[in-house]
């Protein structure tokens, strides 16, 4: 099945500081990727659709300006947490489309903002 | 508006018994559903999807499916339940297969030996 992968696995980082999160689909191209958070014993929460070669769409009430999506390739998608506080502390998980019909997920990355 | 609704987020088994894990939703055009694993500390795994094909869907781990219009279900089953099983699973709608997934808030399955 197509692999998708996420770097780092794990990043713990002062308040203040910005945290960038890649996504990379390993062994197919994918022209949309979504990222997600999950807070804990909670569902994931769609936070943004990362298109190829345009700007990223956002959810309501994601700040656009805090979690920055650049898309640069067919196979990698970043997502920068910008001047990170705790509250943005969360397991974030981006998804491929691959074949235009399933969605694979990356394994996650957790985020720690002391 | 695309919703999900699972019933029970907590479903205990013992080994070997029937797994049913409910899921039902509500989309205003044909959905794509889905049903996704998640072990702790992991991303999601697909288990199995419905894309308009046939009903009842296999998928992965001997889990199954069964998309019931009737009653706007997709509830997952598996005939006998592996300790291995103990995971969050989630129900997913969507309007298509590049489109936006809509979760359930997730079931907690603990498999009791």
């Known amino acids: 099945g197509a692999v998708v992968s996420q770097h780092p696995s794990w990043v713990i980082c002062k308040s203040g500081t910005s945290v960038k999160i890649e996504c990379r689909s390993l062994?197919?191209?994918?022209?949309?990727m979504f990222w997600y958070r999950q807070f804990p014993k909670q569902s994931l929460m769609l936070m943004a659709t990362?298109?190829?070669?345009?700007?990223?769409?956002?959810e309501q009430g994601v700040e656009k300006d805090k979690f920055l999506i650049n898309h640069a390739s067919l196979t990698l998608s970043t997502l920068t947490v910008t001047s990170a506080h705790p509250e943005d502390s969360s397991f974030y998980i981006c998804?491929?489309?691959?074949?235009?019909?399933?969605?694979?997920f990356g394994p996650g990355t957790r985020l720690l903002v002391l | 508006a695309q919703s999900v609704t699972q019933l029970g987020s907590h479903v205990s088994v013992s080994e070997g018994a029937l797994v049913l894990l409910r899921c039902n939703y509500s989309?205003?055009?044909?959905?794509?559903l889905f049903w996704y694993v998640q072990y702790p500390n992991q991303g999601l795994q697909l288990l199995l999807k419905?894309?308009?094909?046939?009903?009842l869907v296999k998928g992965i781990n001997g889990f199954e499916a069964e998309f019931k219009k009737s009653e706007t279900s997709f509830h997952l089953t598996k005939p006998s339940a592996h300790m291995s099983d103990a995971a969050e699973y989630f129900c997913?709608?969507?309007?298509?297969?590049?489109?936006?997934?809509?979760f359930g808030k997730g079931t907690k399955l603990t498999v009791n030996p």
């Open positions: 998804s491929a489309i691959f074949n235009k019909e399933t969605q694979y």
């Open positions: 062994d197919f191209q994918a022209t949309t």
């Open positions: 990362s298109n190829e070669g345009s700007k990223a769409t956002y």
């Open positions: 989309s205003s055009v044909p959905p794509y």
């Open positions: 419905y894309t308009s094909a046939a009903t």
């Open positions: 997913a709608v969507s309007d298509g297969g590049s489109e936006k997934l809509v």
